[in-house]
């Protein structure tokens, strides 16, 4: 009986172990330029090959990778590779891992499948493929630094290098959203051109003409256009740009004339008309230096019915510009460059809320602007080209949390930004305001670990949802 | 596939309750002792959808503490009470419908589990004894708080999670002798809760009632029950949660005092 009891507890206790993230309005900031003489060789420069789908797993049918156990003497793993008919193969040594060229008479999965049975082997694998995270395949995507900034030359050979990282981290924020069609950023500006190959399918209605007064908003001066391109051209079409907010579209409201120029009253009906459009976003890349008591209003319309606007800061070095010196019912916008720099032309005041990149930004331009047989694409300088990341971003973050407010998308927008100068200016300053914006930060969800260190631990418990 | 698994192992359970509670093919030795005192430690690992518009998925994993205190209210059919201590984690999960969307990357959240439990001897045939068992845990996690990354700003997130599991159906014993009776059962096995996530970032407030629910909804046990001393009984027992294309597991270890 002991015996047996014995034994069970032993059958027991074998169970127990068995089981166990502009230029400004006015013209004389006009800074597009035309950088490219020779179109056609820069086109096929910038001809980039299109990436795969992510969800496409892919692997080399050429060679694959293998290690043998470290105990293995190498005549040993030559008599391997002799007997599998292996000829070619090239070892990373630091990690004692071959790449081996696939016999011709074996397949991939049956090499791979043999070399796994092999007693000398540790592992075999494919060599997968493996892609750059939601890069789309637009020519010139590559010199769009603002959006991801690798420390490329931003234009041809000879041209200016950015600093890596220097950027909005769109291609991270692009892995969460891309944007929806039903949000739409209305450009007041100098119109937009309707018949652009790289904006044309991304506007939503001929939009609104303030200054002539009529329902075509186009654009006779390029300026609108520029913008434009920046917010939401089409990507990843292989051709020109891509926009921030990829998937959204565009309202033109016309409200600055063929100098670059407006009224206060063409600009403040322009922002009623697009918010009463039930638009997502307003992007006002202009600004007056004399304040409005009609333009304020007119911002709080805005506000009031949750439409986010971002405006310029202005390019004088002078103070901030109006409207963006109304923030409490806009974001203020300022310029950095490709080394996350404030520019000295950027204005400056406590009003600034935060930044985004501003010089040499490649863009969409009318195709009318540089003559027939030229690319319509150009670089430009100014918080107006700035303000249109941000819109964007404002756009993107709508798309994915349209019960938002637009308080809170400025308060995420503000408070994800990075804060490229605190070296010199800690925390919010009068310079880029909370700092360069971070696409990643506003759309990506963040990861939450570390508790607080004042950590509460009580008993209360809240809803049971059942 | 899940959904009439389930409805299967229910109606088995309800049709062998009154088959096999009146004739009684055989009777078993009336036991004097009519209290039981058992503690038990479970972990569990088991795939929850957390969002189900987006269908998406993760892995709760929970580590039960549990002391059950049990009377015989009539002849075989015992009733506990469940009370203990609980670790459950729920990282991996994404709340989306806050300012700042969050996932969970906290590790185990504390917290209390009671609950009930009720098993009833239905026939004792040879060496065979078919019993129903149900039970049910609420788990009630404590408040909290974790700081948001990556910010310019200070941010707080507060969450507080809660689940609760009702599992039952039929279990068949061998006794094997006089100590041993390994065990087969398969349960109607449910769970569900809500997370609660709050947000304060300066200015920027949000929260989101996260809704989870287990996607298996069956499990498949084996144990084993060695009476050590008379009075004494030790348990032990391996369960599975099958699904599609994954499988939940849970072990669990415990002991029972009888008087």
């Known amino acids: ?3 047996t009891k014995t034994c069970n507890l032993f059958c027991f206790l074998l169970f127990i172990l068995y089981t166990a993230h502009g230029f400004s309005f006015q013209s004389n900031d006009k800074q597009i330029i035309s950088y490219f003489q020779d179109d056609q060789s820069f086109s096929q420069r910038t001809n980039q090959k299109s990436l795969p789908s992510q969800d496409k797993i892919s692997y080399s049918s050429d060679h694959i990778l293998v290690k043998f156990k470290p105990s293995i003497p190498d005549e040993y793993v030559q008599a391997t590779m002799n007997s599998f008919q292996i000829k070619e193969y090239n070892v990373i040594p630091q990690i004692n891992v071959f790449k081996i060229k696939i016999p011709e008479s074996l397949s991939t999965e049956d090499i791979l499948y043999l070399m796994k049975q092999h007693q000398y082997v540790e592992y075999a694998e494919p060599d997968y493929v493996a892609y750059a995270t939601a890069t789309p395949n637009d020519n010139f995507f590559q010199y769009q630094y603002a ?31 891309k944007g929806t069609e039903d949000t739409v950023i209305a450009i007041l500006d100098t119109g937009i051109d309707l018949l652009h190959p790289d904006i044309g399918n991304k506007i939503e209605s001929s939009g609104r003409d303030f200054v002539n007064n009529d329902f075509e908003a186009v654009d006779d001066d390029g300026h609108g256009t520029f913008v434009a391109g920046i917010a939401a051209a089409e990507t990843d079409n292989n051709e020109g ?13 016309k409200v600055l004339d063929e100098k670059g120029e407006g009224y206060y009253s063409w600009i403040s009906q322009g922002i009623i008309w697009a918010v009463d459009q039930d638009v997502a976003v307003v992007n006002l890349s202009l600004g007056g230096p004399v304040e409005s008591t009609t333009l304020l209003r007119a911002l709080e319309y805005a506000y009031q019915n949750d439409v986010v606007v971002a405006a310029a800061a202005g390019n004088e070095g002078s103070s901030v510009l109006f409207p963006a010196a109304y923030t409490d019912y806009c974001l203020a916008v300022a310029a950095t460059d490709y080394n996350d720099l404030r520019l000295n032309w950027s204005n400056t005041g406590p009003e600034i809320d935060v930044a985004a990149p501003g010089k040499r930004i490649v863009s969409t331009v009318p195709t009318w602007y540089f003559g027939t047989g030229s690319i319509p694409y150009g670089f430009g300088d100014g918080t107006s080209f700035s303000t249109c990341h941000v819109s964007g971003l404002a756009a993107l973050i709508i798309s994915i949390k349209p019960w938002m407010t637009a308080e809170d998308v400025m308060n995420v927008i503000k408070y994800s930004a990075d804060d490229v100068n605190k070296n010199d200016n800690p925390g919010r300053d009068v310079f880029i305001g909370y700092g360069r914006i971070n696409m990643e930060k506003s759309l990506v969800p963040l990861i939450i670990g570390q508790k607080k260190m004042d950590d509460i631990h009580d008993w209360e418990t809240t809803k049971t949802g059942f | 596939m899940a959904k009439q698994i ?3 192992v229910m109606i088995i359970s309800l049709i062998t309750v009154p088959l096999f509670s009146s004739p009684q093919s055989y009777q078993p030795e009336i036991s004097s002792k009519h209290i039981k005192l058992g503690i038990e430690a479970e972990f569990f690992d088991r795939l929850i959808k957390w969002d189900e518009n987006l269908d998406q998925t993760s892995s709760l994993k929970s580590y039960l503490f549990l002391l059950k205190p049990g009377y015989e209210i009539i002849e075989g059919t015992f009733v506990s009470a469940v009370l203990g201590y609980s670790l459950s984690n729920f990282d ?3 709340f989306r419908e806050l300012p700042f969307s969050l996932e969970l990357n906290t590790g185990y959240i504390d917290g209390i589990a009671l609950g009930g439990n009720v098993l009833a001897r239905i026939i004792d045939y040879s060496d065979f004894t078919l019993t129903v068992r149900g039970q049910f845990i609420y788990y009630m996690g404590f408040k909290d708080q974790w700081e948001i990354p990556g910010l310019n700003v200070e941010g707080t997130a507060t969450g507080t999670p809660s689940w609760a599991r009702l599992a039952a159906g039929p279990k068949v014993s061998f006794h094997v002798s006089e100590y041993l009776r390994p065990y087969v059962s398969a349960q109607y096995d449910r769970l569900w809760g809500t997370f609660n996530m709050e947000e304060e970032i300066e200015e920027l407030s949000g929260e989101q009632d996260m809704k989870i629910e287990s996607k298996s909804c069956i499990n498949f046990s084996v144990g084993v029950l060695y009476e050590i001393i008379d009075q004494l009984d030790l348990k032990a027992e391996a369960s599975v949660l099958p699904l599609e294309s994954s499988i939940g597991l849970s072990i669990m270890a415990g002991a029972i005092y009888s008087f």
Request: with cysteine; net charge neutral; proline share 8%.
């Open chain 1, 1 to 3: 009986m002991k015996k």
């Open chain 1, 147 to 177: 959006l991801y900034n690798s420390g490329q030359n931003i234009g041809p050979p000879g041209s200016p290098q950015g600093l890596s990282s220097a950027d909005i981290k769109a291609t991270l924020g692009w892995e969460e959203t």
């Open chain 1, 241 to 253: 740009i891509a926009g921030v907010a990829w998937n959204c579209q565009l309202l033109p409201v």
């Open chain 2, 6 to 8: 389930c409805l299967s």
């Open chain 2, 92 to 94: 991996q999960m994404i």
